[in-house]
T-cell receptor
């Protein structure tokens, strides 16, 4: 069963526009959720962890247990934000990370 | 501190050939995993290890073997390469089984099977 769903394969926005990358998860327990970013032909890098409630590069993500969502948001997109973004769910009991299929963000000038 | 090092970066194999993708980490991480990345399918877990001497299967283990004789190394073996194994392979490690700081990823191996 799909544990992590990212419904958008591609999201195109103009520079300065707000952006929201959607992530929904399927897990009835207490999830640990992450966002990873992969710039062109580079390795995946950790962007955000829900437990730290931090803002990295202007991005934030809030865990909504009622909607089982962990959407990634940025109020003003920049061209350097263009990348592939993966939402990931870590299940402590299974020692595994589950990744979504990814959303490619394209920020146009 | 090199992080997670994968070799080779690129490889072309003929169908039926075998090879080993190398992965090493110098962060004393207990947890290591192998993923394959395919367009539209995200990352799929092949095998993972929770410590030296312990390995387990992920979502797509068929055609691959792993071993974990040391904490540092977690090689992935393709037994008899098939075109369906053309993919980008990522090795990742983490300190503990709590998500914590998440995974540290290697730079990937781009494998083409012809």
């Amino acid at each position: 069963a799909q544990r992590v769903t990212q419904p958008e394969k591609l999201l195109s926005v103009f520079k300065g526009a707000p952006v929201e990358l959607k992530c929904n998860y399927s897990y009835s327990g207490s999830p640990e959720l992450f966002w990873y970013v992969q710039y062109s032909r580079q390795r995946l890098q950790l962007l955000l962890r829900h437990i730290s409630r931090e803002s990295i590069k202007g991005f934030t993500a809030d865990l909504n247990k009622g909607e089982t969502s962990f959407h990634l948001k940025k109020p003003f997109a920049q061209e350097e934000d263009s990348a592939m973004y993966y939402c990931a769910l870590h299940l402590y009991n299974f020692n595994k990370f589950y990744f979504g299929s990814g959303t490619k963000l394209n920020v146009k000038p | 501190n090199a992080g997670v090092t994968q070799t080779p970066k690129f490889q072309v194999l003929k169908t039926g050939q075998s090879m080993t993708l190398q992965c090493a980490q110098d962060m004393n991480h207990e947890y290591m995993s192998w993923y394959r990345q395919d367009p539209g399918m995200g990352l799929r877990l092949i095998h993972y290890s929770v410590g030296a001497g312990i390995t387990d299967q992920g979502e797509v283990p068929n055609g691959y073997n792993v071993s974990r004789s040391t904490t540092e190394d977690f090689p992935l073996r393709l037994l008899s390469a098939a075109p369906s194994q053309t993919s980008v392979y990522f090795c990742a490690s983490s300190y503990s089984n709590r998500g914590g700081n998440g995974y540290t990823f290697g730079s990937g191996t781009r494998l083409t099977v012809v």
